[in-house]
């Protein structure tokens, strides 16, 4: 990654501190007025004034607005900068606000995920490189080539889920087996990433195959969605093949206030539940 | 003026005032404030936690089964020890005993995560405080290669070898974009090193961020991934199926753990040749700079981790416990529940605990958390632009942690010093040796006492922490193998899964030895819900501001009485801050994949 682009400020890493630190965002925000990618991590809050957080002894709003401003586009990595993330969950004691809500002239590119996959972070900006355009969004202003899928629809132990075979609790028969963990709670149904096709740290495995249900971390306010434990709830409502993509997902949730999208993208997995006696 | 604090260190604020904001290379935001004199020695110093964000107000109401999730957010580096601490806290508070599998599957997690850590906080975080990439192109490689195979047996040792990464720095370089590397202080005389030494460090950097990747995969085969692996209260939620049906969808099989065995060899081997030399010959070059020890000389605690034996509190492999005033033939036990000891103060920290009680300490299960933000008389600037804080007001997102009213550092440093004075076997052959190759390097003759409370000290005593944790896991490992062996696949307890199972009311505590020191969360539940939720991390013991007696913390006092070559260019100030690997996003309870920083990417 390092060949490609030029991380100029990257608090956590670079050699400098204090003024010299500061003193390189000046410099780029000059150089390359206009030109230059900026990509936030975390998000501002904006209660007591934005000094929640503080840079250089200035709220961290303040700087990112002015770094913004000649930005040529945004990217928000990761749920934080994405929708407000668990600092961001009820009561939001510091009034978290993601970028979209604080920047509004400049495009931004949403990667959530707690974190988001690295090789979906690469394969993103690279992708903005290399075809010096920005990668077609969906509604939510999320990169289609990595989030137009549940995690549901490419599982490995979707066919279980077809079958109606489901791990009852941690560590029985079902579980040794690598049956569904939708009854364990899993939130892939509901969850659009790409953790079941790219998976995690070189492709080596992801949160099912640990035998742990999706927690659903890459949509918007999953930490208030009930418990990682708690079933995905059956309503009533209009289901979504496999076939669905986050638009019409988007469409039928306009309208409809919070949670609901999270419920109606159930659907399809509860009717087969149902249909074979085994919601419950 | 001069003032004498408690426990005994003078604090001048005559001199010229230096700010750092932000302090970079550090997990979250923290700002530090020097007062230096005419000879630009530092007399005063003042450490500022920067970020609050509400955690454990978030936490109310939730069901305590969910916390890990939501407290291993507070921090993207040390990813899994929050949730670890947490799934302890919790089964302490429901007494859920954890089979054995998961216990040991726990462990060999934790012990990546201190590896992982260590490592990437010495090659990634810290180095570039002693070591000089720029001065690496002018090392000759075969003088890198002579001193690598002087030092270790590591195999990629070869002249060739150390010429093709300075080829590769060359360009990096020459291409004016320096980076990440950009605005260092690269003519400061603070920089010793002789240039093959720093070409064999900025190589290793190399190294280690390929290596770094690789050790990681053993939380994605047990957790799905990394960061944030999963948690389970009750075990593990990987099922174990070495044989049986369906056992290649099973998330343990032999496959899995052969990979897990791989991994860990090769960290062990990496810690070993690699990690372990590098910090010895570096501090070598340093010998005369044994600034940075403040109150690790006199005050550390730890409460203790890596029992031998499941259950077995005084099995510890790295026993806890209190020492005060650099006695170490005295070690104070610790206990997280005694309310009288560990202790959390707000006085000079944003937040109230109510009218007339700035100066109470109060025990984390009845510890409040909310924000009053202000800034003090003599503070200068505005609310929202400070230029300088006011340290006998309040002045930090982080609360004051005191043992018993005593200030103490908390960290590998603080553990190695616990387990030299309790006489722990390996941890007093590995501190001697180390100690006997230094001085061979440097020529010296420094015992434990005079060596291990320093800047240096605490980066070496992090360096054979990592190690340590090397053998323990694969002893982990081999356990493992002999309980699936001896016929055991259990990985979780699930007795207690159904809140209904559970009293009205309950309280625990979970703790765990984090990379940065020791971590404590205290929970209350009530109705099957969080009633309470307080994290006392590492970070709010060593950055934490003053106490109402005026005792200062473990980051003020290291600093303090340390010369800088240059008072522009903390390099020193970044040197000893650093040393403690500081994280901040914990400290102020916060949480984001690699701390909430702002980085900036420029297209070519
Ligand atoms: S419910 Fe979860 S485990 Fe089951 S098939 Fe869907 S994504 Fe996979």
Redesign the interface.
């Known amino acids: 990654m ?1 060949s ?15 003024h ?6 000046d410099e ?1 925000m000059t150089k ?1 007025k206009g ?9 501002p ?1 904006l209660n ?13 709003v ?3 607005k002015k ?1 913004a401003k000649d930005a ?1 586009a945004i990217i928000s ?2 749920s ?1 900068a994405s929708y407000g ?3 961001a ?6 009034r ?1 606000t993601p970028v979209h809500e604080v920047i509004f002239d400049k495009p931004i590119i949403k990667v959530p995920g ?4 690295a090789e979906v972070m690469t394969g993103v ?1 690279t992708y ?2 290399t075809f010096d355009r920005i990668p077609e969004l969906d509604r939510q202003g999320r990169p289609k080539m990595f989030y137009s899928q549940r995690i549901h629809d490419k599982c ?2 979707r066919p279980h889920f077809d079958a109606g075979q489901y791990v009852e ?3 029985d028969e079902g ?4 049956y569904c963990l939708y009854k364990m709670g899993c939130k892939g149904p509901t969850t659009y990433n790409a ?1 079941s096709t790219v998976r ?3 492709g ?9 249900g999706c ?1 659903g ?1 890459s949509e918007d306010g999953f ?1 208030d969605k009930g ?3 708690a079933r995905l709830a059956d309503i009533n409502g209009k289901g979504f093949g496999v076939e669905a993509n986050a638009d019409q997902i988007g469409l039928a949730a306009a309208g409809v206030v919070g949670g609901a999208v999270a419920l109606h993208a159930a659907v399809s997995a509860l009717k087969r539940a149902q249909h074979k006696g085994d919601a419950k | 003026m001069t003032i004498l604090t408690p426990n005994g260190f003078s604090l001048d604020t005559a001199g010229r005032r230096i ?9 979250g ?1 923290m ?1 530090c404030e020097v007062n230096v004199d005419a000879n630009n020695v530092i007399r005063n110093a003042v450490s500022t936690g ?6 454990e ?2 936490l109310k109401g939730r ?1 305590p ?2 916390a890990w ?2 407290v291993e ?1 507070i921090c ?1 580096v040390c990813t899994g020890c929050h949730a670890l601490t947490s799934v302890r806290a919790v089964e302490d508070a429901l007494q859920i005993k954890i089979p054995n599998n998961a216990f040991l599957i726990r462990e060999i997690m934790a012990k990546v995560l201190q590896w992982h850590d260590h490592v990437v906080h010495f090659y ?2 810290h180095a ?1 405080d002693w070591v000089n990439p720029v001065n690496a192109l002018k090392a000759d490689p075969k003088a890198t290669s002579a001193l690598q195979q002087a030092i270790s047996d590591h195999s990629k040792s070869s002249p060739g070898y150390f010429r093709d990464v300075q080829n590769r720095l060359k360009k990096f370089v020459e291409s004016g ?1 320096l ?7 690269w003519d400061n005389p603070a920089y010793l090193l002789p240039p093959e030494a720093d070409l064999l460090a900025v190589t290793h950097y190399l190294e280690a961020l390929d290596f770094q ?1 690789e050790i ?2 053993v ?12 948690y ?1 209260v ?8 070495m044989e ?3 056992s290649a ?3 343990l099989n032999m496959e899995r753990l052969n ?1 897990v065995k791989l991994k860990l060899q090769e960290a062990f081997e990496f810690s070993k040749n690699v990690y372990v030399p590098d910090v010895i010959a570096i501090a070598s070059y340093y010998k005369g700079w044994l600034y940075g020890g403040g109150l690790s000389a006199t005050n550390v605690m730890d409460y203790g981790d890596y029992e031998a034996i499941q259950g077995q509190k005084s099995t510890d492999r790295l026993p806890g416990g209190v020492i005060l005033n650099g006695n170490w033939n005295e070690i104070h036990p610790i206990d997280p529940r005694d309310p009288e000891q560990v202790q959390e103060f707000v006085t000079h920290s944003w937040y109230t605990y109510g009218a007339g009680k700035n100066d109470v300490g109060l025990h984390p299960w009845d510890g409040v958390t909310e ?1 009053n ?1 202000q800034l003090g008389p003599a503070a200068k ?1 505005t ?5 300088a804080v006011d340290e006998a007001a309040k002045y930090s ?1 982080i609360k004051a942690p005191r043992w018993k009213g005593n200030a103490c550092e908390v960290g590998p440093l603080a553990r190695y010093t616990l387990a030299y004075a309790h006489g722990v076997d390996y941890v007093k052959g590995q501190v001697d040796e180390a100690l006997g190759r230094f001085n061979t390097l440097a020529g010296t003759n420094l015992t434990p006492k005079q060596a291990l409370p320093t800047t240096i000290g605490r980066t070496l005593a992090r360096a054979l922490e990592a190690h340590y944790c090397a053998e323990m896991m694969l002893t982990d490992f081999n356990n493992l193998i002999a309980n699936i062996k001896a016929g055991d ?4 307890n ?1 007795e207690k ?1 159904d809140p209904s199972t559970w009293p009205k009311e309950a309280k625990g505590v979970g703790t765990v030895a984090a990379p940065r020191g020791g971590l404590g969360h205290w929970i209350k539940i009530k109705d099957g819900r969080i009633e309470n939720y307080q994290c006392v991390v590492p970070t709010t013991w060593n950055g934490g501001p003053r106490d109402p007696k005026g005792n200062i913390g473990a980051f003020e006092a290291s600093l303090l009485n340390t010369p800088m070559e240059r008072p522009d ?2 390099v020193e100030i ?1 040197r000893t801050l650093h040393s403690f690997d500081p994280c901040l996003a914990c400290s102020t309870h ?15």
Not at chain 2, 221 to 228: A, D
Request: proline residues 7%; hydrophobic residues 40%; aromatic residues 10%.
């Open positions: 390092l490609m682009i030029s991380l100029d400020y990257d608090d956590t890493l670079m050699a400098s501190a204090g010299q630190a500061e003193a390189i965002l780029v390359y030109n230059y990618i900026l990509a936030v991590e975390g998000n809050p007591e004034d934005g000094m929640y957080c503080i840079i250089g002894g200035k709220p961290f303040d700087q990112l770094v040529k990595w990761g934080c993330c668990v600092q969950a009820r009561p939001n004691p510091t978290a707690c974190p988001p996959i900006i903005m490189l490995y132990r609790k941690f560590d579980a040794r087996k690598g953790c995690w740290n070189d080596v495995s992801f949160p099912i195959q640990a035998g742990h927690i971390c930490w418990s990682w434990y | 700010v750092v904001d932000p302090v970079t290379r550090i997990e935001h700002r920067t970020m609050w964000r509400g955690l107000v978030i069901d089964r969910d999730a939501f957010r993207g990634h975080l570039l974009q980076g990440i590397f950009k605005n260092g202080y990747r990681v995969k939380h994605t085969i047990f957790g799905g991934k990394n960061p944030h692996p999963n389970m009750g075990g593990v939620p990987c099922a174990i199926n049986g049906d369906m969808g099973a998330p990979f924000p933000y600037g609310k929202t632009n400070i230029e997102w696949s259990t990985t979780a699930v899964w260019e903390p970044l916060v949480l984001a994949p690699g701390g909430e920083e702002l980085a900036r990417v420029t297209v070519r």
